[in-house]
C-alpha cells in the first residue's frame, strides 16, 4: 500500500502455502484488503511446506506485461519439491524475488527416533524392542534470559502398544528419565500373537508437557510380520448370522485359525486385513440391517481392493444375498470380481422395472432434495441393461423427470435426467402413484415390477387404496419412505401395506440411498436361478482348485447367475448345465488380481442350494481348498528379507534375497506393490544394488501407514511389511534456512538487479517494513506484443 503506484498499474496479490498453495488474494489494482489469517483452506495445510508449488503458481498469476516480482515469507525448511530450480526459471524469464525470513523460536522437545523390532518373526518367538528417544534441552545460547530454566534432563514415560483387531494393547510401560542426546531403551517381548501383521507403537508422555516444543513427534511405529499356521476372516451376514457355522468348523479343522464378523464395521483398517491370509465374504449384501441405515462402506471396499492387489486372498460365496442379488452390482467388489454382476442376455434372466416416484415438493428443497437425486443415481447404477426404470417427480401435479424405458447403455444420460430434479409446489402423492402405476403396467416385458415412493409431507387426497389394490392385483409392488416427522405416515404405511412392500420412517437423510439399494434389490431377484429337483454341476477341464476332489459333483439346487469377464485370465473350474447359456452359469471361477487371488463360488456353501456338498464326506474339502488357493503366497521371509526405513521423507525399501542354502540370489525379478495412507497404489520395481540386494526408494509426502508387498514372479514367492511415517520433517526443523533464502535473494533476472533478503526480527526491531520497497523499479518490463495488422488492412481499405 505505501510503495505501489496507484495511478498506475501496480498489483499485487497474496498465496498462501503448506504442502500445497492456494491464491488466498488474486492480484488486484485496487484496494488491498487483505484480512488478518488465513481464509484460503488448504489440504493437509500444516504436515509439510512445498514453496516451490507456491512459486509455481505464481509464475501463472502473473499477467503476460510489466515488470514482476514475488516477496517470499518463510522460514526456507522446504521438505517438498525444489525451489531452487523454479527460482532459476524465474530468472531466466526476469523475475525479481525478495525474501523475509522468518525466524523460527527455539525451545526443549523430545523426539521419539525409532522403534527397532523384527520385520519378521515367528509365533512364539522372544524378541527385543530398542526404543531411541532423542531429547534436545532448549537452546541456551540463544535464550541466554531462559537459561535457568533449561533442564539438562526430563522425566516421563514410555509405552510400547500394539494393535490388535483394530484394538490397542499395553505391552510395555515404564517411567524413564532422558538425558539431553539420544537416549537408548529396551525391552524383552514374547510374540504370542496369531499369524499377522501387526503394528507396535513407542510413545513418550513428559511428566510436564508444557516442557516441549511440540508433540507430535512424540511416538513412533512399526510393523511386524508374524508367521505361523494361515490365518483366514470371514465375514457374515448380519441379517443371517450363524449360518455358516459348518464351514467355519470345516476352516478350523483344516488347521486356519479363524475371525469371525457378523456385526459392523467389518473392516476397521487395511493395517488389520494384512494380518489375514485370506478374506472370506459369505452370502454379505450389501446394505443390510433393518434400521435401512447401515452399508458395507467405500472405506472398507477401497481397503479391501487394496489388500487384495498387495497379496490377500479374497473368496466371494453365494446365497441369495450375494452377487447381484445382494446389491453389489456396478462396486468395487465386482471389479475385482472375475465375474460380472449384471446380466446382459435378457433371454436368460426375467427383466425388471423400476418406478421411483420421489415427492419435489417445496418443503424438500434443499439437502432433502440432493439426496434424493444421489438415492436415485445409486438405485440406476444396481439395474441391468435389459431392466426399466423411470423418474417420476411430484408436487402438486406429477411429470416425468426420465421417461420409463430400457436401461441398456442409457446410464450417463439417464443419471444426466436425475440431475434436473427441482423443488417447489404442494404434495399430491396420488398423481405421482398413479403416472407410475400405468408405466409400470404398460411394460409389458418385465415380470417383475416394483415401485419406491419418498415423500415428507401430507399429500393432497386420492383414493389410495383402490389404486394399491390395484397394483397389487397387477403384481406391482410398493415400498414408501417417510421423510422427516411432518410425513403422513400412516397412509405412507398403509400403501406399503397394502403394496406387499416395506415401510420406511426415516429422519436421518443419509438412510435413504441405503432404502433404495435395498429395494432395488427386489428388481434384482430374477438372478437368482433356483431348481428344486436338483442338477449336476460340470467341472469344466482339470482345475487346481478341485484337486483331488470325487467326481461327478453332487446335485445343487441353487446359484446367482452372473456372466464371466472377457478377460484370458478368467478360470472357470464348475458349470451349471442350466439354463442352458454357458454365459452365465459360473459355479466357481477364479483369476489373479494383483499380488492376490479372487475365487467365487456363486451357489452358497450348503445352507440352502449346495447341502449336499456340504454333506458329503468326499466334497466337504471343496471349501478349504478353495480357501487355501486363495490364501496369500506363502511368506518366505527365509528367501525374502524384507526391510524398511524412513530417511528425510522417504522410505526406503531393501529386500535381500537367498535360496534354502543361504546363498545370495542375484538378477531376480522383484515387483512391489505400495499403498500409501489413503490408499493409493503404486506399483514398484527394485533395483539390484549389491549381490543378492535391491532396493527403491520412494517420497512420502503423507504420515500415516504405508503397506506394500514384495513378490519374486518367477517362483512366485512373497513377502510383506508395513512402515509408519510419523510426522514430516516440518516437526523438526526449528533452525531457518538462511542459505536457501539468501539463494533466492541473490538470483539476479534477466534484464534486472536482485533481490533484497530481511530477516522478520531485524524487519520487527526496526519497523524497516518502509524501507523495503517491492515495486522498486530495478526490473526489466516485459511488453505484451499487440498485431497490427489490423492497422495495414484499415490503412489498405482506404
Keep these: 500500500d505505501q510503495h505501489r503506484d496507484r495511478t498506475g498499474d501496480d ?3 497474496v498465496i498462501v502455502f503448506g504442502q500445497r498453495a492456494s491464491v488466498e488474494l488474486p492480484p488486484t489494482q485496487g484496494d488491498f484488503i487483505w484480512y488478518p489469517g488465513r481464509e484460503t483452506a488448504i489440504p493437509n495445510f500444516s504436515e509439510a511446506t512445498n514453496l516451490a508449488e507456491a512459486m509455481k503458481v505464481a509464475l501463472a ?17 522446504e521438505n517438498i519439491g525444489s525451489a531452487e530450480e523454479i527460482a532459476q526459471q524465474f530468472a531466466i524469464n526476469g523475475i525479481g524475488i525478495d525474501v523475509i ?22 509365533k512364539g518367538e522372544k524378541t527385543e524392542a530398542r526404543v531411541v528417544v532423542t531429547y534436545q534441552p532448549l537452546d541456551n545460547a540463544d535464550n541466554a534470559d531462559n537459561a535457568d530454566q533449561a533442564p539438562s534432563t526430563i522425566d516421563g514415560t514410555l509405552r510400547i502398544l500394539r494393535v490388535v483387531q483394530g484394538q490397542p494393547e499395553l505391552v510395555v510401560e515404564e517411567p524413564v528419565t532422558l538425558n539431553a542426546g539420544k537416549n537408548l531403551f529396551s525391552f524383552n517381548h514374547t510374540l504370542d500373537l496369531p499369524a499377522g501383521l501387526y503394528g507396535y507403537e513407542a510413545r513418550f508422555q513428559s511428566d510436564d508437557p508444557t516442557a516441549e516444543r511440540t508433540l507430535v513427534n512424540n511416538s513412533v511405529s512399526i510393523f511386524t510380520n508374524v508367521i505361523d499356521k494361515g490365518r483366514v476372516l470371514v465375514i457374515e451376514n448380519p441379517d443371517q448370522p450363524d449360518q455358516h457355522t459348518n464351514l467355519i468348523d470345516q476352516l478350523r479343522e483344516a488347521n486356519l485359525d479363524v475371525d469371525i464378523r457378523k456385526d459392523p464395521p467389518f473392516i476397521g483398517s487395511l493395517a488389520e486385513l494384512q494380518s489375514y491370509d485370506a478374506i472370506l465374504l459369505a452370502d454379505v449384501p450389501r446394505a443390510y440391517g433393518n434400521s435401512a441405515d447401515q452399508l458395507f462402506s467405500d472405506f472398507e471396499l477401497n481397503s479391501l481392493v487394496r489388500n487384495t492387489e498387495l497379496g490377500g486372498g479374497l473368496v466371494i460365496v453365494g446365497g441369495p444375498d450375494s452377487f447381484g442379488a445382494g446389491g453389489w452390482a456396478d462396486t468395487k467388489l465386482e471389479e475385482i470380481s472375475p465375474l460380472n454382476f449384471t446380466i446382459k442376455n435378457a433371454k436368460v434372466v426375467p427383466r425388471g422395472a423400476l418406478a421411483l416416484v420421489l415427492d419435489k415438493s417445496g418443503s424438500m428443497a434443499g439437502e432433502k432434495i440432493d439426496i ?3 438415492a436415485a443415481v445409486e438405485a440406476v447404477k444396481l439395474l441391468g441393461p435389459q431392466d426399466y426404470v ?5 408436487d402438486s401435479g406429477a411429470s416425468w423427470v426420465v421417461k420409463m424405458q430400457e436401461v441398456r447403455n442409457r446410464k450417463p444420460g439417464i443419471i444426466r435426467g436425475i440431475s434436473t430434479l427441482g423443488a417447489g409446489g404442494g404434495t399430491d402423492i396420488f398423481a405421482g402413484m398413479e403416472m407410475g402405476y400405468y408405466s409400470l403396467l404398460d411394460t409389458k416385458l418385465a415380470s417383475v415390477k416394483h415401485m419406491i415412493v419418498v415423500s415428507d409431507g401430507v399429500s393432497a387426497p386420492g383414493n389410495f387404496d383402490q389404486l394399491s389394490k390395484a397394483m397389487a392385483a397387477a403384481n406391482i409392488t410398493v415400498s414408501t419412505v417417510a421423510v422427516g416427522s411432518d410425513a403422513d405416515v400412516p397412509l405412507m404405511s398403509r400403501i ?23 429395494e432395488v434389490r427386489r428388481v434384482a431377484r430374477p438372478v437368482l436361478y433356483e431348481q428344486e429337483s436338483g442338477f449336476v454341476p460340470n467341472v469344466v477341464g482339470s482345475p487346481e ?8 459333483l453332487p446335485p445343487i439346487t441353487g446359484f446367482v447367475m452372473t456372466e464371466p469377464k472377457d478377460n484370458p485370465l478368467v478360470e472357470i473350474a464348475i458349470q451349471s448345465p442350466v439354463p442352458a447359456n454357458d454365459q452365465t452359469s459360473a459355479i466357481l471361477a477364479s483369476w489373479n488380481y494383483g499380488l492376490g487371488r479372487v475365487a467365487t463360488l456363486t451357489t452358497d456353501a450348503g445352507s440352502r442350494w449346495a447341502s449336499n456338498w456340504a454333506q458329503s464326506e468326499g466334497h466337504k474339502p471343496v471349501f478349504d481348498q478353495l480357501v487355501r488357493w486363495a490364501m496369500r503366497p506363502k511368506d518366505t521371509s527365509g528367501n525374502l528379507d524384507l526391510k524398511t526405513e524412513v530417511i528425510d521423507g522417504k522410505i526406503r525399501i531393501t529386500c535381500t534375497a537367498m535360496d534354502d542354502d543361504m546363498k545370495l540370489l542375484n538378477f531376480l525379478d522383484l515387483s512391489c506393490s505400495l499403498v500409501t495412507p489413503d490408499l493409493n497404489l503404486q506399483k514398484l520395481t527394485l533395483e539390484q544394488v549389491a549381490p543378492g540386494r535391491y532396493e527403491k526408494t520412494v517420497m512420502a509426502n503423507l504420515p500415516g501407514n504405508y503397506f506394500l508387498s514384495v513378490t519374486e514372479t518367477s517362483k512366485n514367492v512373497s513377502t510383506k511389511a508395513g512402515v509408519h511415517v510419523p510426522f514430516t520433517t516440518e516437526v523438526t526443523e526449528w533452525e531457518t534456512n538462511r542459505v536457501l533464502l539468501e539463494l533466492l535473494a541473490t538470483q539476479t533476472p534477466a534484464g534486472g538487479e536482485a533481490g533484497s533478503m530481511i530477516s522478520d526480527d531485524i524487519l520487527l526491531a526496526t519497523n524497516a517494513v518502509s524501507s523495503i520497497n517491492s515495486f522498486r523499479k530495478t526490473l526489466q518490463s516485459l511488453v505484451a506484443p ?6 495495414f488492412l484499415l490503412f489498405a481499405a482506404y
Design 101 to 122: 525470513a522468518v525466524t523460527l523460536e527455539s525451545g526443549a522437545d523430545v523426539q521419539v527416533d525409532r522403534l527397532l523390532m523384527p520385520t519378521t518373526a515367528r
Design 61 to 77: 498469476l502473473f499477467p503476460s506485461r510489466g515488470a514482476r516480482r514475488v516477496v517470499i515469507i518463510s522460514d526456507g525448511n
Design 11 to 13: 498489483a499485487a496479490g
Design 786 to 791: 499487440h498485431s497490427i495488422w489490423p492497422l
Design 390 to 394: 423411470g423418474v417420476i417427480g411430484f
Design 496 to 518: 406399503a401395506q397394502m403394496g406387499k412392500g416395506k415401510f420406511y420412517k426415516v429422519t436421518s437423510l443419509k438412510a435413504i440411498p441405503q432404502i433404495f439399494i435395498k
Design 372 to 374: 434424493c437425486r444421489q
Design 545 to 552: 482348485l478341485l484337486r483331488g476332489i470325487a467326481r461327478p
